[in-house]
C-alpha cells in the first residue's frame, strides 16, 4: 500500500491510498480526485490524467516514454515535470508521492 497526495490549483490536498500495480490515474478516478478526467481510460489517447509531479519524486517516477511525450502535446501548460498519471505505475517507492493537478484541467 502507498499513499498519495493530489493537490488541487487551489492548493487544497488530499491523501488517498493506492495499491501497488494501479496507475496513479487509476488511484485517482477511485477516489474521485477533482481534474483527473481520464476519458482514454488509460490508453494514453489523451491527455486529461495530465499532472505535475513534485520535484523530490520526478527521478522515482521516471521519464515520460516518447508515446507519452507525444499526448503530451495536447495538454495545456505542459512543463518539465508534467507526466500523464495513467502511465505512472504505483510502487512501493512511491509511497508519500505528491503530484498537482493543473489549473487548466477544470
Known sequence: MAKITFIQPDGTSETVDAT????????????????????????????????????????KTGKAAEMEEDMLDFAFDVREESRLSCQIKVTEELDGLIVQVPNKQF
Not at 24 to 53: F, N, P, R, S
Open 20 to 59: 501497488v500495480g494501479q496507475t496513479v490515474m487509476e488511484v485517482a478516478k477511485l477516489a474521485d480526485v477533482a481534474g483527473i478526467e481520464a476519458e482514454c481510460g488509460g490508453a494514453c489517447a489523451c491527455a486529461t490524467c495530465h499532472v505535475y509531479v513534485a520535484e523530490d519524486w520526478r527521478e
